[in-house]
């Protein structure tokens, strides 16, 4: 137990240090261009006003890192810190994300707006990736070697090896009139109950959340079917054979629960990828999530929007993976360090 | 059973070599794997589409030319065989100069890849220590911030150009093979060799190149392999998102503009399938690739225990002449005698074989023996005569590449060779149970002790008759385990215990038989003892029959009634004890009983079978153990001895007993 802690610590203390390491690149990355590095913040389209409440709230007229002038002009230890960097972690910690480019309206309610049309999205595809995966990957360990296995695999790999925004245009072209182009919502709905509500944007979620399982299917098949291979070659199989299971039995009781311990590693490890995709999908199905709201940003040139969903985006991996270091200590009764 | 190779498998960690492992048989076993061979040529095609550009291509699409409405979005045609572009252009065209581009992106950040990936993974893991640390908390935080979004705010903020995104997909990307670099050094630089060279005070960098070095890049060439592929999809995934060089036309970017062109409205499906065909068909050869260079460096497990069971070969196909490695069959059963009404288990004529790559070998051939309900029986003999082969075929558990051959096993009175699979899953357990050599795995790690033993007895359907939480705890209790402690993993449990606890599993369904199969080896004689105790009071107490596998046999004279003597697959004396131990009359067991020591005469010199058992690729002619026999004649190597029975209940395979002449 006391090393299982010490585990968790090391982790949530990594987890703390990566946060920090992306905070400061986020930070750096958009002032370093070379001429005016207020260009980022400040878009010469917006009202003299604007322009200089950001400056202020931001500190545009600081140095970068540390206030050693004013320091040393006042003697006052807090003006050490009276500088860009101080500005910006304290508004990442009041929420404050800066002002978009383009709409002129506070980036954290753009994003407000994003955020759940996302998680739909990346839940959706995420629960049916796993299920798919976790199902064909223990057939295919189990008729190793049969048409099945070698069929599923080579499904598997070839789909993987798709790029992601290819998958989508393929499923768009081939569900041409049968589902909607895209968007969350057909328009009208807000007239309708809340079951055809729920229906409508189920049926405009279907294709992009397939596409993302699709996606990660592969990863997901090949890695449970490596390990169910193993598992089904150790002893404790024969055991449970010798003791009159069937093989459906030995694969659920036995096999499943020693395969999924690699896939909520694998799950965490690719959910940047997942959120990579994600950006892609939406963008192909005009899905009005962040991952779209990233690509719209880019053609802009909306640095702040930019910038605040990468951070998003980064957070929420880094955190994956730290609560999936968590479930590994509870699932994995074996883990001691 | 031994399985031999062919070709020695690459990077094998065998920790005693005096030199590295050969790379003999490299091509060849590569030429084997098909899926390696088509990778192979995938890429070569595109290579040769993207040298060849200018020879293949019908159109130059970096040329300005004249277009008319007609020619935007313009269907295939046969001027342009896969239609026009947005642009006007042709299609084909586009696809194959972006070839060209595709792969210089891919080698080029393949290139970086390798480099800084090789060089650190090699620094990480040959000097340790801090310099390791550093490194793989970089790896780290690299790894965890996600890929695409971080590389679209790079370039966004860096600009559009060709080496920037070279740069940039090649410096993000070489995590995954610094680690896999520095995990294959870690178990290098412990190999014999290698010890041996820095011993003679060979410069650091000189071992890290000369000797580390050749031994990874098999590795390193595979992950480059997949690398090249994940930097062009990068690559194009960066140029559909809008931020690729405008100035070249890569697969990414015409998918770009098709999109935003409204391709996929229009249907303009031409424009749209080619690009990502070729960037699939990239990632495909590649991917082939690259498994098949896995396979070679690590090859993967080739059976396990789930398998469709096949039929047992009745004796006729014997005779197939396919199986020329076998040797003279035995023809002669033990005559067809009444079954006593309290026989429990029958085998006659039990045959196993292996059926291997490398040829047939016949394990056990014509075991022949009754049990009786509540006498146990001890199998001795040496290692590989043949005893757990022939256990495992009673419960049809042998691997896949057994086969039972011929012979019957009767359970009261059922053949369980000839019932379907679902009825002997029903007889496992329930009437016979296992306990399996070297119970170091034989309980699932991550499941709790308490609940596997429970899982015996619900497959059975126990759960109706009894309480079966509170069974487990008395069933730990019997075997001198303290109930709480079924809530722990086999892990938190000592050799012993863990032997134990087998033993509370095996009789959890109360069955009549339990087979033993060297169940104290690589436990102290302490607990040694104490199994042997416990066993004996189960005997007692349950009424069980227990047949003990084992070479020590004092153990059987403590436990068993009958005792079954094989030899190199065959039966060569079956006793009662008392007779095997007083007056044993085949050779064999008479020089077995020789070797162990005598508690009455501790000082006799304790006698020694010289030669080793027989490799049964190449089983003697005649007697199988006449090469070792110290009873012997010309004539035990001419003819082979039958079963038979010498007095009631003793059965002897010898021709020199038969005929009455020692």
């Not at chain 1, 400061?24 to 958009?30: A, G, S």
């Not at chain 1, 002032?31 to 400040?42: A, C, E, L, T």
């Not at chain 1, 397939?210 to 598992?231: F, H, K, P, S």
Request: proline residues 6%.
């Amino acid at each position: 137990m006391h090393q299982r802690l010490d585990y968790l610590i090391r982790r949530l203390a990594f987890s703390v240090v990566t946060l920090v390491a992306v905070l400061t690149f986020n930070f750096f990355l958009f002032r370093i261009i070379p001429g005016d590095p207020v260009q980022m913040m400040v878009s010469p389209m917006m009202t003299k006003e604007t322009r200089d409440k950001i400056r202020q709230v931001y500190g545009l007229d600081k140095p970068l890192w540390l206030n050693v002038e004013e320091f040393q002009e006042d003697g006052e230890f807090e003006k050490l810190f009276d500088s860009q960097f101080a500005y910006y972690i304290r508004n990442l910690l009041k929420g404050e994300l800066g002002m978009s480019f383009r709409q002129r309206i506070p980036v954290s309610e753009i994003l407000s707006n994003r955020v759940g049309p996302s998680l739909l999205l990346i839940l959706s595809g995420e629960v049916l990736g796993i299920l798919f995966g976790t199902f064909l990957g223990l057939i295919a360990a189990w008729k190793k070697k049969s048409m099945i296995d070698a069929s599923t695999m080579f499904v598997s790999l070839t789909v993987w090896a798709l790029p992601p925004f290819w998958l989508g245009i393929i499923m768009l072209i081939l569900s041409r009139g049968h589902l909607p182009m895209g968007g969350l919502v057909t328009p009208g709905t807000i007239y309708a109950s809340n079951w055809e509500k729920i229906l409508d944007i189920g049926r405009h979620v279907i294709l992009p959340a397939t596409t993302l399982a699709l996606m990660l299917v592969g990863a997901y098949v090949l890695i449970v079917r490596n390990t169910t291979l193993e598992v089904l070659a150790e002893d404790y199989t024969l055991t449970a054979k010798a003791k009159g299971l069937t093989p459906l039995q030995v694969l659920r009781y036995h096999a499943l629960r020693n395969a999924s311990l690699p896939l909520v590693t694998i799950i965490a490890m690719d959910l940047g990828y997942a959120l990579g995709g994600s950006i892609q999908i939406e963008t192909i199905f005009s899905y009005p999530g962040l991952g779209r709201l990233m690509f719209e940003s880019i053609g802009q040139r909306d640095y702040p929007v930019l910038q605040a969903v990468f951070l998003i985006l980064a957070v929420v991996v880094i955190s994956a993976n730290f609560f999936a270091d968590l479930s590994y200590t509870i699932l994995d009764p074996r883990i001691k360090s | 059973m031994a399985i031999i190779h062919k070709d020695p498998p690459l990077q094998r960690d065998e920790p005693d070599e005096a030199t590295g492992p050969r790379k003999l048989g490299f091509v060849r076993t590569f030429s084997k794997n098909r899926m390696g061979v088509v990778g192979l040529v995938m890429l070569l095609v595109i290579i040769f589409v993207a040298i060849f550009t200018k020879q293949i291509s019908p159109y130059d699409p970096y040329e300005i030319i004249d277009v008319t409405r007609d020619d935007v979005l313009a269907p295939p045609s046969p001027e342009h065989l896969l239609g026009q572009d947005g642009a006007g252009k042709d299609v084909l065209s586009s696809v194959i100069h972006g070839a060209r581009i595709s792969l210089t992106v891919g080698i080029c950040a393949a290139l970086i890849i390798v480099i800084v990936g090789g060089v650190l993974g090699m620094l990480a893991g040959y000097f340790g220590g801090p310099v390791d640390t550093i490194i793989m908390r970089v790896v780290d935080v690299i790894l965890v911030i996600p890929q695409l979004p971080l590389m679209l705010v790079i370039i966004a903020v860096a600009g559009r150009g060709i080496v920037n995104i070279i740069l940039v997909i090649g410096l993000l990307s070489w995590s995954y093979m610094a680690r896999i670099v520095r995990a294959q050094v870690l178990t290098i630089k412990e190999r014999t060799f290698i010890l041996r060279v820095r011993s003679l005070g060979v410069g650091h960098l000189k071992i890290m190149v000369k000797h580390i070095l050749p031994q990874v890049a098999p590795m390193i060439f595979a992950e480059a392999t997949l690398d090249i592929s994940f930097a062009i999809i990068s690559e194009s995934t960066l140029s559909f998102l809008g931020l690729g060089d405008p100035t070249l036309i890569s697969w990414g970017m015409m998918l770009n503009q098709a999109f935003l062109r409204g391709a996929i409205t229009l249907g303009a499906w031409w424009y749209l399938i080619p690009p990502g065909l070729a960037l699939a068909w990239v990632t495909l050869g590649s991917t082939f690739l690259a498994n098949a260079f896995q396979e070679i460096v690590n090859p993967r497990l080739k059976t396990h225990h789930l398998f469709d069971e096949r039929k047992i070969v009745r004796p006729l196909e014997l005779l197939d002449k396919r199986m020329s490695r076998m040797v003279q069959p035995s023809t002669t059963k033990v005559e067809q005698v009444d079954i006593p009404p309290k026989t429990l288990l029958c085998v006659r004529d039990l045959t196993v074989e292996y059926q291997t790559e490398a040829g047939n070998f016949r394990a056990v051939e014509n075991l022949t023996f009754n049990l009786e309900k509540g006498k146990s029986m001890g199998l001795v003999g040496e290692s590989g005569c043949g005893k757990t082969t022939a256990m495992l075929a009673v419960l049809r558990l042998l691997p896949e590449v057994g086969r039972i051959i011929d012979g019957s096993v009767r359970f009261r009175d059922t053949d369980i060779l000839r019932v379907s699979v679902g009825d002997i899953q029903n007889y496992r357990w329930n009437n016979m149970s296992m306990i399996f050599q070297g119970a170091m795995n034989a309980l699932n790690p991550t499941r709790t002790v308490g609940s596997q033993i429970k899982e015996a007895m619900q497959i059975h359907d126990w759960g109706s008759k009894l309480n079966i939480q509170e069974e487990v705890g008395r069933l730990l209790d019997l075997v001198g385990i303290s109930p709480d402690r079924a809530s722990q993993y086999p892990h938190e449990y000592s050799g012993g215990m863990r032997q134990r606890a087998m033993i509370a599993m095996a009789i959890a369904c109360r069955p009549d038989i339990v087979i033993a199969d060297e169940p104290t080896t690589a436990l102290d004689v302490m607990i040694q003892a104490q199994i042997l105790d416990l066993l004996q009071d189960l005997q007692r107490e349950l009424n069980l029959s227990i047949i003990m596998v084992t070479h020590d046999l004092g153990m059987v004279a403590e436990l068993c009634d009958d005792v079954v003597v094989m030899y190199g697959g065959w039966l060569v004396e079956h006793a009662s004890v008392d007779v095997i131990f007083n007056n044993p009359r085949h050779p064999y067991t008479q020089r077995l009983l020789g070797a162990f020591p005598d508690i009455e005469n501790p000082g006799d010199e304790l006698a020694s079978i010289p030669g080793a058992p027989p490799s049964l690729a190449n089983l003697p002619k005649g007697c199988r153990y006449h090469p070792r026999c110290h009873k012997a004649v010309d004539r035990c190597a001419i003819e082979t001895p039958n079963l038979y029975e010498i007095s009631p209940g003793h059965v002897l395979r010898c021709l020199r007993v038969e005929s009455d002449e020692i």
